[in-house]
């Protein structure tokens, strides 16, 4: 009995609780193209480059603008990605959301809850907890 009661207290600290929420672009969006505007608050090196890999793998071409968004660019991702330290750094929590027009067309968010406490799983690769989010969010864009 004490065995299940000390499992059941630890349990939640031994394992990461991950919150992913997504509304994907719809199919009569058909991207063919997206700008990603750069975030130079994000501190997780590699996002960028997982961003465009992963529009990449949907056959969507990526273009990269800083400032005021191109003319010509008719859908535009924004971004933000944050890190949290546990001896060494680990994307914690993204969100990404789509627009056209200024109206948003997509959106998606990770979310590592409660620092991944100590799961081991935290400090999988930013590919590896994005990846999966970026194709719910372009789930009807094959």
Not at 86 to 99: F, G, K, M, R
Request: with cysteine.
């Amino acid at each position: 009995m004490r065995r299940t009661a000390l499992l059941c207290l630890l349990f939640p600290l031994l394992t990461a609780c991950t919150s992913v929420s997504v509304q994907p672009v719809a199919r009569e969006s058909r991207l063919q193209e997206v700008c990603i505007q750069r975030n130079p608050k994000v501190a997780v090196s590699d996002f960028l480059m997982v961003l465009q890999a992963g529009f990449s793998r949907h056959n969507i071409k990526t273009r990269l603008f800083d400032g005021a968004k191109p003319d010509d660019c008719e859908y535009v991702l924004n971004y933000t990605a944050r890190r949290t330290w546990d001896i060494v750094p680990y994307l914690s929590q993204a969100e990404l959301t789509l627009t056209r027009n200024m109206e948003q067309v997509g959106y998606a968010q990770y979310h590592l809850r409660g620092r991944g406490g100590f799961s081991l799983m935290k400090w999988q690769g930013t590919a590896s907890k994005i990846d999966p989010v970026i194709d719910r969010l372009l789930a009807n864009q094959w």
